[in-house]
């Protein structure tokens, strides 16, 4: 039986036609080099930056290859903090962070808290369907912020967030001395982004969109690039990052982003349709409810599947289409274990993820859905499934009964 592999938030499969084109890239030379196959590398990489901006609809940008999201989200958290503190020489400096942020920002932030005295904090925590709303946002802006970070699609649950908005607000209160940067690795390619002049920055990463891990790029706002500084000194991408550029593979995430790209209407409509699915048979086999409706409920069923989201799950602009985080909900014997669910899966060749491992498992519970306040009932059951344009109906069918029937038998175990 193939994979049905239902982990795309995590990374993608490369079709295909992408693996071709790394052996096209390969042996050009050096990039930085004069003669024409060298010149031939740079034009590509050129139409690619172009391409990038026309994706998430930035003028006035530049794209700076990197070698992921994770050095594009440090290059810009360290830059701008770094500069800033060379500028207030001693004064604070403040950050408002989104608590749903990936790790790669976190963590950053974390060091630079620890190694700068001066440095402070806020992180905001979002609503209960895991959305940050961009008056809360905002209000945490001070006279001493120099950055503010809120990611656009969470890759747990898939909540996407109204960045504009959360722009505007963060301007509104701080003008323009403070940095906006928005993480949109997991909306790029498979929802509409629109970059406005009210964010300075953005990363991307395009392991997401069927490319090969290890290529990324940083977009900043031309007029925010001082901002930025360099963790890489060199003289390469304007000198913003310095080290030979991965040419094989910016070549081969180019042709995968043109084909994510190509196809993003109809995958949308591929997903959703998927998705649909996977409640529709859901609910034919056991009560689903949406986390509201559980939260909202005064007696709670023996078993139930919650959906981690709000009433808004169908709807792309506030849920990721691809995304679906479901919970087993057990209120009878103890909660249940959504690592035991993943491994039942993965023995039937179904790869999910789990949103925040169970009380019993090492992995411990997600920063993510702590930050959503969700009761640790619903945290133990939670699995993700992350879905691509490739994903097919039967992929989905498989996942329904290995996970129903995974949470049935933890269920009859506890009776
Ligand atoms: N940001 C988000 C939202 C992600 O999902 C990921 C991927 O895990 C990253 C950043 C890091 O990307 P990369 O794997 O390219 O470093």
Known sequence: MNVAYLDNNATTLMPEAVVAEMARWANHGNPSANYASAKGVRAMMDEFRAFILRGCAARDY????????????????????????RRMSGAELHVVASAIEHKSILLALDDLVRAIPELRLTLVGPDAGGHIRAQDFARAVRASTVLAICMHGNNETGAVNDINAIARAVRGRGGTRVFMMADIVQTFGKIPV???GEIDGASVSFHKLHGPP????????????AGVGTLLSGTQEGGARGGTENAIGIGTAFAAARLV???????????????????????????????????????????QIVAVCDRGMMDPARYLPGTLMVSVVKHIGP???????????????????VGSACNTSAEGH????????????VMDGAIRVSMCGYTTADEID??????????????????
Request: proline share 2%; with cysteine.
């Open 366 to 377: 997600s920063h993510v859905l702590r930050a959503m306040n969700l009761p640790s009932v």
């Open 62 to 85: 530049d794209v700076i290859f990197t070698s992921g999201a994770t050095e594009a989200n440090n290059m810009i958290v360290r830059g701008v903090i770094e500069r800033a503190r």
């Open 398 to 415: 498989r996942f329904v009964d290995g996970f129903l029937g995974e949470a049935q038998r933890q269920y009859r175990t506890a009776k």
């Open 194 to 196: 629109a970059l406005r």
């Open 261 to 303: 790209f190509a196809q993003m209407t109809a995958t949308t409509a591929h997903e959703l349709a998927l998705k649909g699915r996977a409640i529709a048979a859901l609910s034919a086999r056991a009560p689903v409810t949406t986390l509201a409706d559980y939260m909202g409920a005064r007696t709670k069923l023996e078993l």
């Open 214 to 225: 290890g290529v990324g790029c940083a977009i900043v706002r031309r007029a925010a690039f």
């Open 335 to 353: 909660p249940a274990c959504n690592t035991l669910i993943r491994d039942v899966l993965e023995r039937a060749r179904v790869i999910v993820s």
